[in-house]
């Protein structure tokens, strides 16, 4: 792969875990669990964000946020996801093609191409990886199909702050075959309580997409691309329903969106 060779040392903000040789799947939680010596702590209310007010910034007031919404990142494992895909004709067939011959082969980014798939629902794991110290240092979000139990996303999340912005942002990697694909999204709140998350920026060391490929244990080849870009809009709809509307962009077009409803089905424990 092409793109910059960057020392770890000299970039500790992409710091992420790569994965083995061939396959993620669901396996990867126990595997870097093994590797870096932590502790898998699966528990009922557990949230993607242990607290919300780890994005505050001087861009971004949480207290600004629809509570609904914060309770949705804090608590994640008590909310039932129901999602729909809408991929673009012109690249349909790609994303087909994708997910049949590479995604399914190392269990890892089947992205669904066709809501048919999500018809019977989408199962949802969120495992909060602890140190020693009983510190989080990664909240893993499992998500399958509920017909087949095929991995859709094995991901990790986190809050960094890339040395391009001034403020803290989330931080997504999805691991894959010796390497990573990272994103960090900066949050907006909106007038209206709702939430944004932006995957853009201009240049490395921005908010946004970058590919990495393990080199040797001190290096990695790193490339930013900023011409593919995510957004997340959460909100509360005008029934007190909340969803999202999640957006892929690529040089400017819209390959895929992926509309989820977020229902809170038990309480936080």
Not at 25 to 52: N, S
Not at 103 to 110: E, K
Not at 215 to 230: F, G, I, M, P
Request: aromatic share 12%.
């Amino acid at each position: 792969m092409t793109g910059k060779r960057i020392a770890r040392r000299d970039a500790p903000w992409l710091h992420c875990p790569m994965g083995p040789p061939d396959r993620i799947g669901a396996e990867f939680y126990t595997y870097l669990a093994e590797r870096e010596h932590l502790h898998i702590r699966a528990a009922d209310g557990a949230g993607l964000l242990p607290d919300f007010n780890a994005l505050k910034g001087g861009r971004f007031d949480p207290a600004n946020v629809h509570p609904d919404i914060r309770d949705f990142y804090e608590h994640t494992s008590c909310y039932r996801l129901e999602a729909w895909s809408e991929a673009a004709v012109a690249t349909r067939l790609f994303l087909w093609a994708l997910t049949t011959f590479v995604s399914r082969r190392m269990d890892q980014l089947n992205f669904p191409v066709s809501s048919l798939e999500l018809a019977a629902g989408m199962a949802s794991d969120v495992l909060p990886m602890v140190n020693a110290a009983g510190a989080c240092v990664y909240t893993g979000w499992l998500r399958r199909l509920s017909a087949t139990g095929r991995v859709i996303y094995t991901g990790l999340y986190s809050v960094q702050q890339p040395p391009g912005y001034p403020d803290p942002c989330v931080k997504v990697s999805f691991p894959l075959p010796h390497g990573s694909s990272t994103v960090f999204l900066r949050p907006e709140a909106q007038p209206d309580g709702s939430f944004r998350l932006i995957s853009a920026g201009t240049r490395f060391g921005d908010p946004g997409f970058y590919r990495m490929v393990e080199v040797d244990a001190d290096h990695w080849r790193v490339r930013y691309l900023r011409t593919l870009r995510e957004s997340f809009h959460v909100y509360v709809d005008s029934q007190g329903i909340l969803r999202t509307e999640h957006v892929v962009r690529f040089v400017g077009f819209t390959p895929l969106q992926l509309h989820y409803k977020m229902e809170r089905v038990r309480p936080a424990a």
